[in-house]
């Protein structure tokens, strides 16, 4: 939190909510990965394919 303040102040910004999902997006391969290897741990088999983008 007072890191997000110094921020604010240093460069005179007003806060921005980042969302709820801006980890996921960050860091969306290692969320892959690892959520991957959970289905595996609980024994379904993982498939994963891109969705196609129309």
Avoid: C, F, W
Avoid at 16 to 45: A, I
């Amino acid at each position: 939190m007072l890191i997000a303040a110094y921020h604010i102040l240093l460069h005179r910004e007003p806060y921005q909510d980042l969302g709820h999902q801006y980890l996921d997006e960050r860091r969306q391969e290692n969320l892959v990965k690892r959520l991957s290897h959970r289905m595996r741990q609980l024994g379904d088999n993982v498939v994963l394919e891109p969705l196609s983008t129309a």
